[in-house]
């Protein structure tokens, strides 16, 4: 079965513009949860979807959003993009929102 | 706020040694105790899921929970230098996985031969 997949793996932007990354979850996963991991703060989870409803949001600005489609497949968006928000975002998707999560690659965003 | 503890490190434990690894969480609610691990530049992978107090053994590894003392540790016996990574704990919250995962800061595990 194949694994979590995440596109772009690499991104540079420049400050004040928006980037869009993409999740694929596993086959048969529902449940899609976005994470942002930095050296100074850790995994930080962004946003959790289920069945294309975004049930849950942590404590980001609203310049970051999500959306999730019938197919699972789930997007984010960044926008007005901050020199902060160079870091490592990551997609799990779980069967269930309580099951195990399974990270996919990641997408590593600069921003310059 | 919920809160998940970890020690740092460096841990540095000889090969072929039992490596212990603790974490300790704020939120009294939490249902569900994950540790993944995460080698450099690599995404987190995760190795075990408990979600009842006591233990749960996976090959070399074993979890272990005790919800009255809010802690949860990893025991992996027969050390392999392919173990050093850092090794992250994470807890749902009273929510369960709607809430996300929350996630301590890691312990970065060095296995020498």
């Known amino acids: 079965k194949a694994g979590v997949t995440q596109t772009p793996r690499y991104l540079i932007k420049t400050r004040g513009q928006q980037v869009t990354l993409s999740c694929s979850p596993i086959?048969?996963?529902?449940?899609v949860s976005w994470y942002q991991q930095t050296p100074g703060q850790g995994l930080q989870f962004l946003f959790e979807?289920?069945?294309?409803?975004?049930?849950n949001k942590g404590n980001f600005p609203g310049r970051f959003s999500g959306r999730q489609f019938s197919n699972s497949r789930s997007e984010m968006n960044v926008s007005t993009l901050e020199l902060g928000d160079s870091a490592l975002y990551l997609c799990?998707?779980?069967?269930?929102?309580?099951?195990?999560?399974?990270f996919g690659p990641g997408t590593r965003l600069t921003v310059t | 706020q919920k809160e998940v503890e970890q020690n740092s490190g460096p841990l540095s434990v000889p090969e072929g040694a039992i490596a212990s690894l603790n974490c300790t969480y704020s939120?009294?609610?939490?249902?569900?105790f994950f540790w993944y691990r995460q080698y450099s530049g690599k995404s987190p992978e995760l190795i075990m899921s408990?979600?009842?107090?006591g233990d749960k053994e996976d090959g070399r590894f074993t979890a272990q929970l005790n919800k009255a003392s809010q802690y949860v540790s990893l025991l992996i016996r027969d050390s392999q230098p392919s173990d050093s990574a850092t090794y992250l704990c994470?807890?749902?919250?009273?929510?369960?996985?709607?809430?996300?995962?929350?996630f301590g800061k890691g312990t970065h595990l060095i296995i020498q031969p």
């Open positions: 799990a998707s779980s069967l269930l929102s309580d099951y195990e999560q399974y």
């Open positions: 086959s048969g996963h529902r449940s």
């Open positions: 979807y289920f069945s294309e409803t975004q049930r």
């Open positions: 939120d009294r609610g939490s249902q569900s």
């Open positions: 408990i979600y009842s107090n």
């Open positions: 994470a807890v749902t919250g009273s929510g369960g996985g709607a809430d996300g995962l929350t």
